[in-house]
């Protein structure tokens, strides 16, 4: 099973400034990286697909980056509406796996 | 808009069956592959299982293989999960999901999920 690992577990940030998620797979899972989003009482919200290709509707202030073992996601300016936990999650291999989550915190 | 509405859920004892089910609309259900992931209070994602548009392909993760079992009703638009032999640690809110893959592209599943279901919460106790 390949093991997801996301850094840091909180990270605490002010509106307007950037936030940097990582997420770290225990073997290479090439591209097949997605992230998520996940706001209390709601489901998760597709993010990014593909470690980099932005889902339908999605603000361009989400990217995301890396390939084989190594990811990033970046928020570049945060808005209110953007605190929440993230989740990557490999669709490389089965079975399918998420990391444990990043959250989002108003510093 | 698609739109997955799950129901099913409740409490059960361990050692004991539970059917959800998930209700899909705005899109072709059946030209479309669906999973189901879970997540335990307060915790994490899991990946349950998955189903190819056509059954001619499921998955199931290990912790649920042989007790779990997925299937579809293309006529109804219906996506189910039929859970036996229940755990405590299968405590969760039951998600499904759809998958980007879809009948004609030569790819059975891409395995990511947009969108989701809100979710029924299934809690096994005695």
């Known amino acids: 099973e390949i093991v997801m690992t996301q850094s840091p577990a909180t990270l605490s940030v002010s509106p307007g400034e950037r936030a940097t998620l990582s997420c770290r797979a225990s073997?290479?899972?090439?591209?097949?990286l997605t992230w998520y989003q996940q706001k209390p009482g709601q489901a998760p919200r597709l993010l990014i697909y593909g470690a980099s290709t932005r889902a339908t509707g999605i603000p361009a202030r989400f990217s995301g980056s890396g390939s084989g073992t190594e990811f990033t996601l970046t928020i570049s300016s945060l808005q209110s509406e953007d605190f929440a936990v993230y989740y990557c999650?490999?669709?490389?291999?089965?079975?399918?796996?998420f990391g444990g989550g990043t959250k989002v915190e108003i510093k | 808009q698609v739109q997955l509405v799950e129901s099913g859920g409740g409490v059960v004892q361990p050692g004991g069956s539970l059917r959800l089910s998930c209700a899909a609309s705005?899109?072709?259900?059946?030209?479309?592959?669906m999973h189901w992931v879970r997540q335990a209070p307060g915790k994490g994602l899991q990946w349950v299982a998955a189903m190819s548009y056509d059954e001619s392909h499921t998955y199931y993760a290990d912790s649920v293989k042989g007790r779990f079992t997925i299937s579809r009703d293309n006529s109804k638009n219906m996506l189910y999960l039929q859970m036996n032999s229940l755990r405590v640690e299968d405590t969760a809110v039951y998600h499904c999901a759809k998958d980007p893959a879809t009948m004609g592209q030569g790819v059975i599943l891409y395995n990511w999920f947009d969108p989701w279901g809100q979710g029924t919460l299934v809690t096994v106790s005695s």
């Open positions: 999650q490999q669709h490389n291999d089965w079975p399918l796996t």
């Open positions: 705005g899109f072709t259900f059946s030209t479309y592959a």
């Open positions: 073997q290479s899972v090439s591209s097949k």
